[in-house]
């Protein structure tokens, strides 16, 4: 997985700083390899790059969010056949 973590503009070209980190939940080992890029805030490459990221993360959230509400939806279901199923015995 990448993550942008820090996007610094001095001027016209940008900093970035990206964060690759690959888990292996098996052994509990993490690695972190850090690259920094200057690119043009002009370029067309970098101005889609961007939109597509944006948009992604959007999505991302979007997605996080219905399945947080599915999940607390299910949670109450859960609660009121516990309740239920209390005052019944």
């Known amino acids: 997985m990448m993550w942008l973590t820090d996007v610094s503009r001095v001027?016209?070209?940008i900093?970035?700083?990206v964060v690759e980190r690959s888990t292996s939940l098996a052994y509990g080992i993490?690695?972190?390899v850090e690259?920094?890029?200057k690119v043009n805030a002009n370029d067309r490459?970098?101005?889609r790059w961007y939109q597509q990221t944006s948009e992604d993360m959007l999505c991302d959230l979007e997605r996080l969010c219905q399945l947080w509400d599915r999940e607390w939806?299910?949670?109450l279901e859960r609660d009121r056949s516990r309740e239920i199923l209390s005052a019944a015995t």
């Open 30 to 32: 993490e690695n972190e």
């Open 35 to 37: 690259m920094t890029e």
């Open 15 to 17: 900093a970035l700083r």
């Open 11 to 13: 001027g016209t070209p």
């Open 73 to 75: 939806e299910r949670e």
């Open 45 to 47: 490459l970098w101005k």
